[in-house]
């Protein structure tokens, strides 16, 4: 699985937008984009994903580039809920058995 | 959304017993569970790949001996941690592959602590 890149930490005020940038240049035109979170002392918690196209759900939006090398989550209000490591992911097609390659991760804090 | 729990969510127990943590699939089966582990401010890192019905399989320099891994039903794995030391306390998780959706889901962890 390609390997992605991810800013260590930022920080959000709360009821703002966060953007959390990933960068997967060398992601193969069958990987999708993965985003997951995991909150202190929990496990991972599934939030998007996606191929190419825009995919936006009840918790989040994913927005990935045209060529694909990167991506950006956004959370459109964070609340202080929303404070975590968030880890972007890049796999194979959902069912091939694959596990999920986590890096570093982004620690997101939602400041009051 | 699919559900997977884990029990105990927490363990402490004496140097060299031996702890065992279920995974468990409550509304779907799981052909391939994975467990990882986790130790503190780190990343989850995959252990082994468990499959119903065979062997599982360990990633480099995980303990296959050490480290027991059981999956004898479509909604069951099991992690054994034999003779366990305290540098084996870290926080276990393990995650369900859906079958129809190939989807990943993660249990809640177990933190275990060896005195």
């Known amino acids: 699985d390609a390997k992605t890149t991810q800013p260590p930490s930022m920080d959000c005020a709360e009821g703002r937008a966060a953007n959390l940038p990933c960068n997967h240049s060398?992601?193969?035109?069958?990987?999708?984009v993965y985003w997951y979170r995991q909150i202190h002392s929990q496990g991972p918690q599934y939030i998007i994903h996606g191929l190419k196209n825009n995919e936006t759900n009840e918790m989040a939006s994913l927005i990935i580039t045209e060529d694909r090398k990167s991506s950006t989550l956004i959370l459109p209000h964070a609340t202080l809920r929303d404070t975590a490591v968030y880890y972007c992911i890049v796999r194979v097609a959902a069912g091939s058995a694959r596990q999920l390659t986590f890096g570093s991760g982004t620690q997101l804090t939602v400041l009051p | 959304g699919a559900v997977v729990s884990q029990h105990p969510s927490w363990v402490i127990c004496k140097s060299g017993t031996s702890v065992k943590i279920e995974c468990r699939s409550l509304?779907?089966?799981?052909?391939?569970m994975f467990w990882y582990r986790q130790f503190p401010k780190q990343s989850l890192m995959l252990m082994a790949t468990?499959?119903?019905?065979?062997?599982?399989?360990?990633e480099q320099g995980v303990e296959k001996d050490k480290f027991l891994i059981n999956h004898a039903s479509l909604t069951l794995s099991t992690l054994t941690v034999t003779s366990a030391h305290p540098e084996d306390s870290s926080f276990y998780i393990c995650?369900?592959?859906?079958?129809?959706?190939?989807?990943?889901?993660f249990g809640e962890g177990s933190r275990l602590t060896v005195l």
């Open positions: 468990s499959n119903e019905g065979s062997k599982a399989t360990y």
């Open positions: 060398t992601i193969s035109g069958n990987e999708y």
């Open positions: 995650s369900a592959e859906e079958g129809s959706t190939g989807e990943l889901f």
């Open positions: 509304d779907f089966q799981a052909t391939t």
